[in-house]
């Protein structure tokens, strides 16, 4: 087991493992009692820090620009004598694909649920949006999939091959 937990921090792991398996356990042995904590407090995030998700997602754009722009826009992510694989063009379909690949991935599913719990989905998905209009895709949803990459990529590429 030792060797599946090197240089992991032992009090942040377990203190992790314990809330999800408490988590689990409260969504195995009360669904409804942990649906209705989880729906309030969603509502409770959402009607006082709506404004944060926006914010955020506006700043990982801002972000995004930036680095594109800067110095930084001209990092290598591998190492220092090697060159890249594939043009801008490629890259910037690659990132797209898989951000939209991602959210087929999930929505998809989620559509065909939603499909058979709510025999009205239409209006149930205009609700949905109108409730919570900033999972609706838009000018500040692209930043969220590159950022997530740009920096798995960045810290892949330069940590070498595993001994």
């Known amino acids: 087991m030792n060797r599946y937990l090197k240089g992991v921090d032992p009090a942040v792991f377990w203190g992790s493992a314990a809330l999800i398996g408490a988590l689990v356990g409260w969504g195995l042995l009360a669904p409804a009692s942990l649906g209705a904590r989880m729906t309030s407090t969603l509502g409770w995030i959402i009607g006082n820090f709506g404004w944060g998700f926006v914010l955020v997602a506006f700043g990982g754009l801002v972000l995004c620009i930036f680095l594109v722009v800067s ?5 290598r992510l591998g190492p220092d004598d090697s060159r890249p694989a594939f043009g801008t063009f490629s890259w910037v379909s690659m990132m797209f694909a898989a951000g939209l690949g991602a ?52 810290l892949r590429s330069r940590s070498g091959p595993k001994a």
């Open 103 to 154: 959210g087929l991935l999930f929505y998809g599913t989620a559509d065909r649920v939603r499909r058979r719990t709510r025999p009205d989905h239409r209006r149930a998905g205009r609700d949905q949006l109108e409730r919570h209009p900033h999972r609706a895709v838009g000018p500040v949803r692209p930043p969220d999939d590159p950022l997530r990459g740009l920096s798995t990529i960045r």
């Open 71 to 75: 110095r930084f826009g001209a990092i």
